[in-house]
């Protein structure tokens, strides 16, 4: 997390100057799990350069749902989106790499699956803005708070991957 001060300084040992510490959470939800998902998007992130820095299946409360999506309660589909977060288990991961938060945003495509560009996950594998199955923060800040909340400090694993030098100049 570059949240703390002792994590940016290992983040930074570990990858020189080149800022690809950048994190971001990344969630496939009930519908890409159940639909056999998970390979195909983990492949996105990971054939792109991205290094996964933690994973785990969870049922998550209702109330953790709730929080993860506090900005939205007031939204007449917030019952509904509640429902279909706890409808079966989700893949929650870390991220890693340069400008995580922005480019995982673009290989998800757009919130509306009818508005992703074709060749992003939403685009190839989703119809239904209420079935888009996937997740990812949309700014720095929310992926620290997300990261935060989703997962234990502990459960975040700092390593060099040996494509490092391949993928960063
Ligand atoms: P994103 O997930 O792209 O960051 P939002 O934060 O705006 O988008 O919305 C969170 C999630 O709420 C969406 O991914 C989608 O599952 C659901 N959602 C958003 N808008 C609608 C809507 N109009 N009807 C049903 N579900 C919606």
């Known amino acids: 997390l570059r949240a703390s001060a002792p994590q940016r300084f290992q983040s930074a040992r570990l990858n020189d100057d080149t800022m690809s510490d950048e994190q971001t959470f990344i969630a496939i939800k009930p519908d890409g799990v159940q639909r056999g998902l998970i390979g195909p998007i983990i492949s996105r992130f990971e054939t792109r350069g991205y290094k996964l820095a933690a994973i785990k299946l969870i049922s998550p409360s209702k109330e953790h749902l709730e929080k993860h999506y506090e900005d ?30 922005k480019t995982g945003r673009a290989l998800l495509g757009a919130t509306n699956p009818l508005a992703s560009a074709p060749g992003t996950i939403r685009g190839d594998y989703a119809i239904d803005i209420g079935r888009n199955i996937c997740h990812g923060s949309d700014s720095i800040e929310n992926a620290k708070k997300e990261i935060a909340l989703w997962f234990k400090e502990g459960d975040i694993v700092e390593w060099k991957s040996a494509h490092h030098d391949w993928i960063y100049e």
Not at 88 to 100: F, K, L, N, Q, T
Request: hydrophobic share 45%; glycine share 10%; proline share 10%.
């Open 72 to 101: 939205l309660s007031s939204k007449p589909f917030f019952p509904g989106l509640i429902k279909y977060m706890s409808s079966g288990p989700i893949c929650a991961m870390v991220w890693e790499g340069r400008d995580a938060v």
